[in-house]
């Protein structure tokens, strides 16, 4: 396992680097969550706050608007007033973008999200939308999220029904 994983150590530390994601949102709260220690690699620090099951190196590919779930404590906070950026799956289910990405456009803003539904390439059925919040929105993990990505790799958590 470790001849695997310290070539993906340097590939994730040197995709760090170059990928930044921004947060769409007010507060992480990830004190109050269950982590794990912190390690350096390439320069870097990182601390353990979830887990994805990646069984086989094609789980490793990103598929657009499908459902991965992720293993972690943790709670995502929004204040009444703010602006949510959401995907609505074909079924109801509702994503709040919990990241931006400037993965694939480095020239991403948080000023851009709310055309951003121009952007995308929607698969059939899904809705992108930007809504002001009227009371404030926490949506915690204990144990697991569920998230999607869309096509430019930003990420989204789906709201409990």
């Known amino acids: 396992m470790d001849e695997v994983r310290r070539p993906l150590d340097r590939q994730v530390a040197r995709r760090r680097r170059r990928d930044p994601q921004r947060p769409a949102l007010l507060a992480l709260d990830a004190a109050t969550g269950k982590t794990g220690g912190s390690t350096t690699i390439g320069g870097l620090r990182f601390r353990k706050v979830a887990t994805i099951s990646i069984p086989t190196v094609n789980d490793l590919v990103r598929m657009p608007y499908s459902e991965r779930t992720i293993e972690r404590h943790n709670a995502w906070a ?3 007033g703010r602006t949510v950026y959401e995907l609505v799956a074909p079924s109801g289910a509702t994503y709040v973008m919990q990241s931006y990405a400037q993965i694939k456009d480095k020239s991403l803003r948080l000023a851009d999200l709310r055309s951003l539904r121009s952007r995308l390439s929607l698969p059939q059925g899904w809705i992108y939308r930007h809504r002001k919040l009227r009371r404030d929105l926490r ?5 697991s999220a569920t998230i999607v990505q869309d096509d430019l790799e930003n990420t989204y958590q789906r709201e409990p029904k």
């Open 78 to 80: 929004w204040n009444a």
């Open 139 to 143: 949506l915690a993990a204990h144990g």
